[in-house]
């Protein structure tokens, strides 16, 4: 298999997980919890940044009530042949999860504010 083969077989996965989880509406900690790992791992997971093996597949695939087969399923956004609705699902799903992403650092940046806040609280009243 070549190098882009694989990316996109790797990409699709990880979309398919993603996919499945949002439609149970399933967080990413719940399926963490059910596959025995921790919620960072799976994130990891579900956005390409870890590789999976076979046993992890399997094991996805049966919290996502899903065939081994159907989670690898090769998912591409350029096919001609996909019809209308398919299409619009995904795309709301992509800019959904750039939302999800944008709230995720807002509030990375606000407990980092706040942590600095306290820090500040605890040196003032110490003086």
Same mark, same amino acid.
């Given at each position: ?15 398919? %997980?993603?996919?499945?989880? #949002? ?22 997971? $579900?956005?390409?940044?870890?590789? %999976?093996?076979?046993? +992890? #597949?399997?094991?996805?695939? +049966? ?16 096919? $001609?042949?996909?019809? $209308?609705?398919?299409?619009? #699902? ?12 944008? #709230?995720?650092?807002? %509030?990375?940046?606000? +407990?980092? $504010? ?12 110490? %003086?």
């Amino acid at each position: 298999m070549n190098k882009l083969s694989k990316g996109l077989l790797s990409q699709s996965v990880c979309e398919n %997980i993603k996919i499945l989880r #949002l439609h149970y509406r399933w967080s990413q900690r719940y399926v963490a919890s059910q596959l025995g790992i921790s919620t960072s791992a799976f994130s990891n997971i $579900e956005n390409g940044f870890t590789d %999976i093996n076979l046993s +992890r #597949l399997e094991q996805i695939a +049966r919290v996502l009530k899903v065939r081994l087969v159907e989670l690898v399923a090769i998912y591409d956004p350029y096919a $001609e042949d996909k019809n $209308e609705a398919s299409n619009t #699902l995904y795309k709301t799903l992509a800019d959904r999860n750039v939302e999800v992403e944008e #709230l995720q650092f807002k %509030i990375y940046k606000l +407990r980092e $504010e706040l942590k600095g806040k306290k820090q500040q609280a605890v040196i003032n009243v110490g %003086i």
